[in-house]
């Protein structure tokens, strides 16, 4: 399936944004205007796609219900050791 294109805006100064919509979705992509590509115009718009492919594919996934059960000491040691990297989350 072929995006459709919607529109653009400039910033006035490097770049476009070209707006499209692919499958009920809208996506950016950017245009820089200084000769400096990060990813081309192509690359983007497959990375793009493929987000959307995926998002649709697990939109009808349950969501997973998230509970603690425990004093809230442990909630906040175990909330302040994930933030802290220490693996024991």
Do not use: R
Request: include cysteine.
């Amino acid at each position: 399936m072929k995006a459709k294109y919607i529109g653009c805006t400039h910033d006035g100064w490097q770049h476009t944004e070209l707006h499209y919509e692919y499958k009920g979705h809208q996506y950016i992509v950017i245009k820089h205007n200084n000769g400096y590509m990060d990813k081309s115009l192509k690359q983007q718009h497959e990375e793009a796609q493929a987000e959307i492919d995926e998002l649709i594919a697990h939109e009808n996934d349950p969501i997973p219900e998230w509970k603690y059960e425990g004093s809230a000491q442990e909630g906040f040691d175990c909330f302040w050791n994930y933030v802290e990297g220490s693996g024991k989350a």
